[in-house]
C-alpha cells in the first residue's frame, strides 16, 4: 500500500477509516468517563473494523476527498509495542505499516483483521461499529444476525481438478478397514473406491470434496490444491529456544500421516520412572492416545481458509499444538470442558468419528483431560489460545506420582476405567489441589459414594479431601487437629516472613482458595492453640503463640 493508492479509498467501500491523528491520540480511553467518548479511540477503531469484516485505520490523513498528508506522531517509534499491545488487550493481531511523503510527513496505516465467524469483537464490553464519521454502539438486531451466523463446511465443499486417479491407494484402503471395524461391516471393504467415497459423502454427483482430498489425496495433489494442509513438526533441545534443532514437514492423505506424525514425536519420546514402594513402572512423558487426538482435533478444527499451517512444536519433557483459526463456535476457555463443541469442518470431523480416529465429536478435550491427569501431570494448559489461533500445551512431566498411583489402584480395584468420566477425574484433581469449591455437588457425591474423597475439617464442613489412601502413598498427611496442612502452611509462610499479620493479609494470602468467612473461621479456631490476637477492630493483628522453626514443628505442636 502507497500513500498514493490510499488517497483513492472510500472509507464505507474500501472498509478504511482515515483520522489526521496529529498528535495526543488516544490509544484507549484515557480520562474520559462516558462511553461514548471513551469508544472513540485506537482501540474502539480496531474492533469497529474488525466487526465489519476487516480493513485499515490510517492515521496522517485527512478523512475529506482530496485527501492530504498532516503527518502523526501516533506510536512513532513504538510500533512492535502498539501491535503487542492490541494483542494483549483484544487477542487480534494487527500489523502497522508506516509510509513517509516528500516531505518525510508520516503516515501510519494499521491493517485489522475480521473478526472469526459468529464472534463479536467488543471494546470493554460494546460491540462497535462506525456510522459516518463516528462510532456507534452496535444494535440487538446486529449482534444477533452475527451470532447467528454459521461457520461454512469448508470440508464439504467440492475441491475442483481432484479426481479419483489423485486418490492414494494405502489411504483409501485404510479408510475401508477402519471403517468396516468401527462399523462392524466387512463387506464395506469389498466396496469399490467409488461406492465407499458415495456412501461416506465424500462423492458427491462424481465430485470430490476437500475432506476427501485431505483424508485421502496424494502427497504432490495436496500440496498443489491445499499446500496448508502440510503439519509441521519442530524439535527443541529446550522448551525456551527460538530456533528449533530439527524440522519435519508432513503432507500426506490424513489417513497415513497421522501415524507418520506419532512416529517422528515417539523417536523423542521419553519416560517417567516411577519407583515409589512396591510400584516401580513407566509412564511416558508423551502418551499416543493423548497426543494422536490432540493432532487430529487441531487438523479438523482448523480454520482451511487461513493460509497457516498446523504446527507441532516438541521439547524433552513438553508439546505444544498450534492450529489456525480460534476455538468453534460456541466454544471458550471457560466452557472448554463442558460443552459439546460444533466442529468447523463437520464432513470430515464425521468420517474421523465413523472409522473410529477421534472420539465422538466435541469430546476430544475431554479424553486429553482425563489421561493426561490420571497419569498424575499438570492439566492441559489451553491459555495462549485467542480468536485466530488455538494452542494446546501439555507437559509430559509427572507432577505427582502419588495421585496416579491412587487412580491406577482404584482402576484395578473396580475393574472398570469407564467408572470415572472426565468431569470425576478433574475433580478429583480439584480436590487434590484443594479447590473443592470448583467440583459440581453431583460430582462430590459421586466420589464420596466410592470413597474416593471424605470431609475435610468436621461434619459441618463444605471442604474435602483425598481419602486416606493418596496421603500414604505420598507419605504426607492431608491434615493434623481438623486443620488442612496446606492452611496451615500458608499461615506459617505469611508469619514467619513478618511476624504479625492482619486479616486481610490472610485473605489475600488464600485468594479463591476460601472465601473472606472461611478465612476467619479458621483464624479464630487456631486462637489459643498458636496464635494470639492484639488490637481491635481494624487494628487487630495476629502472631504465634511462641517461635515456630518450620511447618513442621508447626504441625508437630498441633498434633500433641
Known amino acids: 500500500m502507497t500513500i498514493a493508492q490510499l488517497s483513492y479509498l472510500k472509507e464505507s467501500e474500501d472498509k478504511v477509516e482515515f483520522k489526521e491523528a496529529k498528535n495526543n491520540f488516544p490509544f484507549e480511553g484515557g480520562s ?178 476437500y475432506a476427501a482430498l485431505i483424508l485421502l489425496g496424494k502427497s504432490e495433489v495436496l500440496k498443489q490444491l491445499l499446500p496448508n494442509a502440510q503439519v509441521n513438526i519442530e524439535y527443541r533441545n529446550r522448551e525456551d529456544q527460538i530456533p528449533f534443532d530439527k524440522r519435519y514437514p508432513i503432507i500426506n492423505p490424513l489417513f497415513k500421516a497421522i501415524d507418520e506424525i506419532w512416529e517422528i514425536i515417539q523417536l ?93 465429536s466435541g469430546q476430544g478435550v475431554d479424553k486429553i483431560y482425563r489421561i493426561t491427569l490420571n497419569e498424575g501431570k499438570s492439566e492441559p494448559d489451553y491459555t495462549k489460545s485467542d480468536l485466530f489461533q488455538v494452542e494446546l500445551y501439555l507437559n509430559g512431566k509427572m507432577e505427582d506420582k502419588a495421585f496416579h498411583i491412587f487412580i491406577r489402584n482404584f482402576y484395578e480395584r473396580v475393574q472398570n476405567e469407564d467408572l470415572l468420566g472426565p468431569h470425576d477425574v478433574i475433580g478429583l484433581f480439584n480436590i487434590k489441589e484443594n479447590k473443592s469449591e470448583k467440583v459440581d455437588k453431583e460430582i462430590i457425591q459421586k466420589l464420596e459414594d466410592l470413597q474416593l474423597i471424605k470431609k475435610s475439617g468436621g461434619i459441618a464442613s463444605n471442604r474435602y479431601v483425598l481419602n486416606d489412601e493418596y496421603y500414604e502413598l505420598k507419605n504426607s498427611k492431608a491434615e493434623v487437629a481438623g486443620f488442612r496442612i496446606n492452611d496451615l502452611s500458608i499461615i506459617y509462610t505469611i508469619l514467619n516472613k513478618n511476624g504479625i499479620a492482619k486479616m486481610g493479609d490472610f485473605v489475600k494470602a488464600f485468594d479463591k482458595d476460601l472465601t473472606r468467612d472461611q478465612v476467619r473461621y479458621l483464624i479464630e ?35 500433641k
Do not use: W
Open 525 to 559: 479456631q487456631l486462637m489459643g492453640i498458636v496464635l494470639n490476637k492484639s488490637g481491635e477492630g481494624r487494628a487487630t493483628e495476629y502472631s504465634f503463640i511462641k517461635e515456630f522453626k518450620s511447618v513442621d514443628d508447626l504441625i508437630n505442636h498441633l498434633a
Open 32 to 209: 474520559h468517563k462516558e462511553q461514548s467518548d471513551r469508544r472513540k479511540c485506537f482501540l474502539g477503531y480496531v474492533v469497529a473494523l474488525s466487526n465489519e469484516g476487516g480493513g485499515m485505520l490510517v492515521f496522517g490523513m485527512t478523512d475529506k476527498e482530496p485527501r492530504n498528508v498532516v503527518g502523526s506522531d501516533f506510536a512513532n517509534g513504538k510500533i512492535g509495542n502498539l501491535e503487542d499491545e492490541v494483542y494483549k488487550r483484544l487477542n487480534v493481531r494487527v500489523h502497522c505499516q508506516e509510509l513517509f511523503d516528500e516531505k518525510n510527513s508520516r503516515v501510519l496505516v494499521t491493517h485489522i483483521p475480521t473478526r472469526p465467524p459468529a464472534r463479536l469483537m467488543k471494546y470493554e464490553g460494546v460491540a462497535l461499529m462506525r456510522t459516518g464519521d463516528s462510532l456507534r454502539n452496535m444494535s440487538d438486531d446486529e449482534m444477533f444476525k452475527i451470532l447467528s451466523e454459521q461457520e461454512p463446511d469448508f470440508s464439504a465443499k467440492i475441491c475442483e481438478n481432484f479426481s479419483i486417479d489423485k486418490i492414494d491407494v494405502d489411504a483409501i484402503t485404510i479408510l475401508k478397514e477402519k471403517y468396516a471395524q468401527k462399523q462392524k461391516n466387512k463387506a464395506f471393504l469389498q466396496a469399490t473406491t467409488e461406492q465407499a467415497l458415495i456412501d461416506l459423502g465424500l462423492m458427491i454427483d462424481g465430485r470430490l470434496t
Open 268 to 360: 523423542r519420546n521419553s519416560d517417567n520412572k516411577i519407583n515409589q514402594g512396591a510400584y516401580i513402572f513407566d509412564v511416558p512423558y508423551l502418551n499416543e492416545e493423548v497426543i494422536r487426538e490432540a493432532v487430529l482435533n487441531a487438523i479438523a478444527h482448523r480454520d482451511y481458509t487461513i493460509s497457516s499451517e498446523v504446527v507441532i512444536k516438541q521439547s524433552p519433557e513438553s508439546l505444544r499444538v498450534l492450529n489456525p483459526g480460534g476455538f468453534p463456535k460456541g466454544v471458550t476457555l471457560d466452557n472448554l470442558i463442558r460443552i459439546n463443541s460444533t466442529p468447523r469442518s463437520r464432513l470430515l470431523t464425521e468420517i474421523l468419528e465413523k472409522t473410529g480416529l477421534v472420539e465422538r
